[in-house]
């Protein structure tokens, strides 16, 4: 795919096939992707093993993307992928490479089954009934008691049903 393929296009969802295997850039690291600011949802075709290169790099530009479905075929992504898409999610297979990419990256992660023949129009419809947590940072200032070993105040990524305060916790360093 080159790049800039579907720039100031009204798609707001796009299902890549299996068979794309690279994708170009510009100097600026715009990928295949870049500057639609329709585009919120990317689905990668079943079967597909790598995803390209730069194929939803946005370097010049902002990333509208929230939603990439990753199959549980895909075994690697490419360098800078995603590079400046703050503000997606991945959907995926529990246990698979999306989830270990989206945990090493600290990308937002929704554990779905995706059944081996399903449309993409299946996937986004199960995704539209799933409710998530971001992930948030949360700081608990707890008794000496429960915390002895600690001289600072306990901080951890997650779920927690008595914190203090929370903050935002979006990764500074890009993709």
Known sequence: MGYYVIESTAISSITIPKNVSSSDYSGSYNGALANCKSLTEVVFESGMTKIPDYICAIGAYTSYITKVVIPE??????????????????????????????????????????????????????????????????????????????????????????????????????R
């Not at 075994?75 to 992928?81: L, T």
């Not at 990419?101 to 419809?125: C, G, H, M, Q, R």
């Open 73 to 174: 075929s895909v075994k690697e992504i490419g360098d800078y992928a995603f590079y400046k898409c703050d503000n997606m999610t991945i959907y995926g297979c529990k246990n698979s490479y999306a989830e270990s990419y989206a945990i090493t990256e600290s990308i937002p992660f929704v554990s779905v089954a995706i059944a081996k023949n399903a449309s993409a129009d299946d996937v986004l419809k199960k995704m539209q009934k799933i409710h998530y947590i971001p992930r948030t940072a949360y700081t608990v200032t707890a008794p000496r008691s429960w915390c002895a070993w600690m001289t600072a105040p306990c901080s951890f990524y997650g779920l927690m049903t008595m914190g203090i305060s929370q903050t935002s916790t979006r990764h500074p360093g890009g």
